[in-house]
Protein backbone atom coordinates (compact mmCIF):
# COMPACT_ATOMS: atom_id res chain seq x y z
CA UNK A 1 0.00 0.00 0.00
CA UNK A 2 0.85 3.61 -0.80
CA UNK A 3 0.27 6.87 0.74
CA UNK A 4 1.39 10.34 0.75
CA UNK A 5 1.23 11.67 3.95
CA UNK A 6 1.76 16.04 3.84
CA UNK A 7 5.99 15.78 2.52
CA UNK A 8 6.24 11.98 3.10
CA UNK A 9 5.46 8.78 0.58
CA UNK A 10 5.03 6.05 3.01
CA UNK A 11 5.12 2.43 1.47
CA UNK A 12 3.30 -0.30 3.39
CA UNK A 13 4.07 -3.63 2.76
CA UNK A 14 2.36 -7.00 3.85
CA UNK A 15 4.80 -8.34 6.10
CA UNK A 16 4.70 -5.23 8.48
CA UNK A 17 7.51 -3.19 6.71
CA UNK A 18 7.30 0.61 6.35
CA UNK A 19 9.28 2.54 4.04
CA UNK A 20 9.06 6.49 4.29
CA UNK A 21 10.66 8.74 1.86
CA UNK A 22 11.20 12.30 3.00
CA UNK A 23 12.49 14.71 0.48
CA UNK A 24 16.23 15.64 0.93
CA UNK A 25 16.61 18.86 3.07
CA UNK A 26 13.28 18.71 4.42
CA UNK A 27 11.67 18.02 7.60
CA UNK A 28 9.12 15.42 8.04
CA UNK A 29 5.77 17.68 8.13
CA UNK A 30 3.27 14.57 8.52
CA UNK A 31 -0.23 16.08 8.12
CA UNK A 32 -1.86 12.18 9.39
CA UNK A 33 -0.79 9.55 12.41
CA UNK A 34 1.13 6.28 10.61
CA UNK A 35 0.57 5.05 13.86
CA UNK A 36 -1.87 4.86 16.57
CA UNK A 37 -1.56 3.17 19.93
CA UNK A 38 -5.10 3.04 20.96
CA UNK A 39 -6.81 1.48 24.28
CA UNK A 40 -9.70 0.61 23.84
CA UNK A 41 -10.49 -1.21 27.68
CA UNK A 42 -9.22 -0.84 31.01
CA UNK A 43 -11.00 -4.64 31.65
CA UNK A 44 -8.75 -7.18 32.57
CA UNK A 45 -8.53 -10.09 34.74
CA UNK A 46 -5.04 -10.81 34.70
CA UNK A 47 -4.03 -8.90 37.30
CA UNK A 48 -0.91 -8.18 36.56
CA UNK A 49 1.41 -6.83 40.03
CA UNK A 50 3.60 -4.48 37.26
CA UNK A 51 0.37 -3.32 35.00
CA UNK A 52 0.96 0.22 34.03
CA UNK A 53 -2.27 0.94 32.79
CA UNK A 54 -4.08 -0.14 36.29
CA UNK A 55 -6.53 -2.52 34.51
CA UNK A 56 -8.66 -4.53 36.60
CA UNK A 57 -11.73 -6.52 36.76
CA UNK A 58 -14.05 -3.22 37.05
CA UNK A 59 -12.23 -1.68 34.28
CA UNK A 60 -14.69 -0.04 31.41
CA UNK A 61 -14.54 -0.31 27.87
CA UNK A 62 -14.02 2.66 25.38
CA UNK A 63 -16.29 3.62 22.47
CA UNK A 64 -15.37 1.79 19.66
CA UNK A 65 -18.18 3.47 17.43
CA UNK A 66 -16.89 6.68 18.59
CA UNK A 67 -17.21 9.07 15.37
CA UNK A 68 -13.67 9.71 15.25
CA UNK A 69 -12.57 6.46 14.25
CA UNK A 70 -14.93 6.64 11.28
CA UNK A 71 -11.98 9.65 10.18
CA UNK A 72 -9.18 7.19 10.36
CA UNK A 73 -7.84 6.46 6.36
CA UNK A 74 -6.50 3.77 4.53
CA UNK A 75 -2.90 2.53 5.55
CA UNK A 76 -3.44 3.79 8.93
CA UNK A 77 -1.80 1.60 11.64
CA UNK A 78 -3.73 0.49 14.57
CA UNK A 79 -2.07 -1.04 17.43
CA UNK A 80 -4.83 -2.02 19.68
CA UNK A 81 -4.30 -2.65 23.60
CA UNK A 82 -6.52 -2.29 26.80
CA UNK A 83 -6.67 -4.04 29.14
CA UNK A 84 -7.90 -7.17 27.71
CA UNK A 85 -9.25 -5.45 24.08
CA UNK A 86 -10.48 -9.87 23.66
CA UNK A 87 -12.94 -8.45 26.38
CA UNK A 88 -14.79 -5.55 24.32
CA UNK A 89 -17.95 -6.38 23.06
CA UNK A 90 -17.69 -4.12 20.28
CA UNK A 91 -14.37 -5.57 19.07
CA UNK A 92 -15.46 -7.62 15.70
CA UNK A 93 -17.84 -5.13 14.79
CA UNK A 94 -14.85 -2.43 14.94
CA UNK A 95 -11.86 -4.93 13.12
CA UNK A 96 -14.27 -5.86 10.17
CA UNK A 97 -15.53 -2.07 9.74
CA UNK A 98 -11.22 -1.05 10.07
CA UNK A 99 -11.16 -3.61 7.64
CA UNK A 100 -13.19 -2.34 4.72
CA UNK A 101 -11.61 1.22 5.45
CA UNK A 102 -8.06 -0.61 4.81
CA UNK A 103 -7.15 0.70 8.35
CA UNK A 104 -4.20 -1.94 9.51
CA UNK A 105 -5.57 -3.09 12.77
CA UNK A 106 -3.11 -4.98 14.76
CA UNK A 107 -3.92 -6.41 18.28
CA UNK A 108 -2.15 -7.54 21.22
CA UNK A 109 -3.25 -9.37 23.94
CA UNK A 110 -1.86 -11.22 26.98
CA UNK A 111 0.04 -14.85 26.26
CA UNK A 112 -2.94 -16.47 28.78
CA UNK A 113 -5.78 -14.89 26.99
CA UNK A 114 -4.24 -15.80 23.63
CA UNK A 115 -4.18 -19.60 24.90
CA UNK A 116 -7.97 -19.19 26.58
CA UNK A 117 -8.90 -18.33 22.85
CA UNK A 118 -6.22 -19.57 20.11
CA UNK A 119 -8.74 -20.96 17.95
CA UNK A 120 -10.65 -17.66 17.85
CA UNK A 121 -7.51 -15.26 17.36
CA UNK A 122 -5.69 -17.87 14.64
CA UNK A 123 -9.17 -17.20 12.60
CA UNK A 124 -9.32 -13.32 13.06
CA UNK A 125 -5.41 -13.53 11.89
CA UNK A 126 -5.67 -15.89 9.17
CA UNK A 127 -8.58 -13.75 7.90
CA UNK A 128 -6.80 -10.58 7.71
CA UNK A 129 -9.12 -9.06 10.67
CA UNK A 130 -6.02 -8.72 12.10
CA UNK A 131 -2.49 -7.94 10.46
CA UNK A 132 -0.36 -8.26 12.99
CA UNK A 133 -0.40 -10.15 16.72
CA UNK A 134 1.28 -8.96 19.74
CA UNK A 135 1.24 -11.43 22.46
CA UNK A 136 2.71 -10.32 25.71
CA UNK A 137 4.56 -12.60 28.12
CA UNK A 138 4.91 -10.43 30.78
CA UNK A 139 6.37 -12.19 33.80
CA UNK A 140 5.81 -15.22 32.75
CA UNK A 141 7.07 -18.77 30.96
CA UNK A 142 4.36 -20.68 29.66
CA UNK A 143 5.84 -22.46 27.09
CA UNK A 144 4.33 -20.27 24.17
CA UNK A 145 3.06 -22.21 21.18
CA UNK A 146 2.06 -20.51 17.98
CA UNK A 147 0.48 -22.32 14.92
CA UNK A 148 3.17 -22.01 11.79
CA UNK A 149 -0.03 -20.47 10.09
CA UNK A 150 0.14 -17.32 11.84
CA UNK A 151 3.66 -17.53 13.23
CA UNK A 152 5.55 -15.00 11.07
CA UNK A 153 2.74 -11.75 12.12
CA UNK A 154 3.41 -12.34 15.60
CA UNK A 155 5.50 -10.46 17.79
CA UNK A 156 6.29 -11.47 21.27
CA UNK A 157 5.78 -8.56 23.48
CA UNK A 158 8.39 -8.60 26.58
CA UNK A 159 9.23 -5.74 29.29
CA UNK A 160 12.66 -4.77 30.07
CA UNK A 161 13.34 -5.47 34.05
CA UNK A 162 9.53 -7.43 34.06
CA UNK A 163 10.49 -10.30 31.61
CA UNK A 164 13.43 -12.86 33.16
CA UNK A 165 16.51 -12.43 30.44
CA UNK A 166 16.48 -15.78 30.10
CA UNK A 167 12.96 -16.26 28.79
CA UNK A 168 13.52 -12.98 26.55
CA UNK A 169 16.63 -15.03 25.03
CA UNK A 170 14.90 -18.38 24.51
CA UNK A 171 11.72 -17.18 23.31
CA UNK A 172 13.78 -14.87 20.71
CA UNK A 173 15.38 -17.95 19.14
CA UNK A 174 11.93 -19.14 17.88
CA UNK A 175 10.05 -15.86 17.46
CA UNK A 176 9.97 -11.73 16.84
CA UNK A 177 10.48 -9.75 19.56
CA UNK A 178 9.63 -6.73 20.70
CA UNK A 179 11.58 -5.12 24.16
CA UNK A 180 9.10 -2.65 25.74
CA UNK A 181 10.71 0.02 28.25
CA UNK A 182 10.06 -0.68 31.77
CA UNK A 183 7.37 2.34 32.33
CA UNK A 184 7.44 2.08 36.28
CA UNK A 185 10.84 1.93 36.70
CA UNK A 186 14.17 2.40 35.54
CA UNK A 187 15.38 -1.23 35.42
CA UNK A 188 18.32 -2.60 36.86
CA UNK A 189 21.58 -2.28 35.58
CA UNK A 190 22.53 -5.08 35.70
CA UNK A 191 19.57 -6.13 33.85
CA UNK A 192 20.47 -3.31 31.05
CA UNK A 193 23.98 -4.91 30.42
CA UNK A 194 22.64 -8.48 30.54
CA UNK A 195 20.24 -8.02 27.41
CA UNK A 196 23.14 -5.37 25.54
CA UNK A 197 25.50 -7.82 25.49
CA UNK A 198 22.75 -10.36 24.35
CA UNK A 199 22.12 -7.80 21.77
CA UNK A 200 25.36 -7.74 20.69
CA UNK A 201 26.62 -11.56 20.85
CA UNK A 202 23.53 -13.18 19.37
CA UNK A 203 21.39 -10.21 17.84
CA UNK A 204 22.23 -11.40 14.28
CA UNK A 205 21.07 -15.05 15.31
CA UNK A 206 17.27 -14.43 16.39
CA UNK A 207 14.61 -14.13 14.34
CA UNK A 208 13.77 -10.27 15.06
CA UNK A 209 14.49 -8.16 17.79
CA UNK A 210 12.44 -4.91 17.41
CA UNK A 211 12.21 -1.65 20.61
CA UNK A 212 10.13 0.66 21.25
CA UNK A 213 11.39 4.38 21.85
CA UNK A 214 11.49 3.53 25.89
CA UNK A 215 13.71 0.86 25.74
CA UNK A 216 15.83 2.09 22.55
CA UNK A 217 16.38 5.03 25.78
CA UNK A 218 16.96 2.65 28.69
CA UNK A 219 19.17 0.45 26.92
CA UNK A 220 20.42 3.04 24.93
CA UNK A 221 20.55 0.81 21.47
CA UNK A 222 22.02 3.59 19.62
CA UNK A 223 24.91 2.96 20.93
CA UNK A 224 24.93 -0.45 19.92
CA UNK A 225 24.42 0.11 15.98
CA UNK A 226 26.48 1.88 13.26
CA UNK A 227 25.04 4.90 12.10
CA UNK A 228 23.34 3.54 8.54
CA UNK A 229 21.47 0.97 10.44
CA UNK A 230 19.98 3.65 13.20
CA UNK A 231 19.25 5.86 10.21
CA UNK A 232 17.10 3.50 8.27
CA UNK A 233 15.45 1.64 10.83
CA UNK A 234 14.86 4.25 13.69
CA UNK A 235 11.50 5.26 13.01
CA UNK A 236 11.28 9.00 15.07
CA UNK A 237 10.50 10.18 18.32
CA UNK A 238 7.04 9.78 19.67
CA UNK A 239 4.17 12.01 18.75
CA UNK A 240 6.21 12.52 15.09
CA UNK A 241 4.26 10.04 12.88
CA UNK A 242 2.57 8.26 15.53
CA UNK A 243 0.41 8.92 19.03
CA UNK A 244 -1.72 7.26 21.37
CA UNK A 245 -5.64 7.39 22.33
CA UNK A 246 -6.85 6.73 25.63
CA UNK A 247 -10.78 5.81 23.88
CA UNK A 248 -11.84 5.50 27.76
CA UNK A 249 -10.53 8.93 28.65
CA UNK A 250 -11.75 9.91 25.17
CA UNK A 251 -8.42 11.71 24.67
CA UNK A 252 -5.44 11.68 21.89
CA UNK A 253 -1.53 11.91 23.87
CA UNK A 254 2.20 11.91 22.31
CA UNK A 255 2.63 8.40 24.25
CA UNK A 256 1.30 6.49 26.63
CA UNK A 257 4.29 7.40 28.59
CA UNK A 258 3.86 11.32 27.58
CA UNK A 259 0.48 12.67 28.54
CA UNK A 260 0.92 15.63 29.74
CA UNK A 261 -1.15 16.93 27.10
CA UNK A 262 -4.07 15.74 26.49
CA UNK A 263 -6.44 16.68 23.14
CA UNK A 264 -9.70 15.77 24.19
CA UNK A 265 -11.58 13.83 21.24
CA UNK A 266 -14.71 15.28 21.07
CA UNK A 267 -13.42 19.02 20.45
CA UNK A 268 -11.58 17.37 17.07
CA UNK A 269 -13.84 16.30 14.15
CA UNK A 270 -11.04 14.25 12.79
CA UNK A 271 -7.83 12.06 13.86
CA UNK A 272 -6.19 14.63 11.40
CA UNK A 273 -7.01 18.02 13.94
CA UNK A 274 -6.22 15.24 16.96
CA UNK A 275 -2.45 14.44 15.56
CA UNK A 276 -2.22 18.21 14.40
CA UNK A 277 -2.71 19.52 17.76
CA UNK A 278 -0.66 17.07 19.60
CA UNK A 279 2.04 18.00 17.14
CA UNK A 280 1.64 21.21 17.95
CA UNK A 281 1.88 21.02 21.46
CA UNK A 282 5.28 18.57 21.03
CA UNK A 283 6.75 21.78 19.56
CA UNK A 284 5.52 24.23 21.72
CA UNK A 285 7.73 22.34 24.74
S1 LIG B 1 -2.54 -8.44 30.95
FE1 LIG B 1 -1.86 -6.37 30.46
S2 LIG B 1 -3.67 -5.07 30.82
FE2 LIG B 1 -4.03 -7.04 31.89
S3 LIG B 1 -3.33 -6.68 33.98
FE3 LIG B 1 -1.62 -7.61 32.81
S4 LIG B 1 -0.43 -5.84 32.09
FE4 LIG B 1 -2.46 -5.06 32.70
Known amino acids: MFYKNGNTAVILCSDGTKIRYIPDD ?4 PVRPESIDIKITNYCRNNCWFCYEHSNPNGQHGNLNHPILETLE ?3 ELAIGGGNPLAHPQLESF ?20 VKNK ?19 GDIDDNLQIHDDIRKRVVVHTIIGITPVSVIQKISQRYKVLLLGNKNQQPDIAIINEIRNYITNCGDMVEALYFDNLACEQLDVRSLIDDNTWKSRYMGDDGMFTMFIDLI ?3 G ?15 SSTIRDVFSKIRQSINRV
Open 26 to 29: ELPQ
Open 74 to 76: AGT
Open 95 to 114: LSRMRSKKVVCNLTIHQKDY
Open 119 to 137: QYIDEIVLHRFVNGLGISV
Open 249 to 251: QEC
Open 253 to 267: YVSSVDKDIGVSLSE
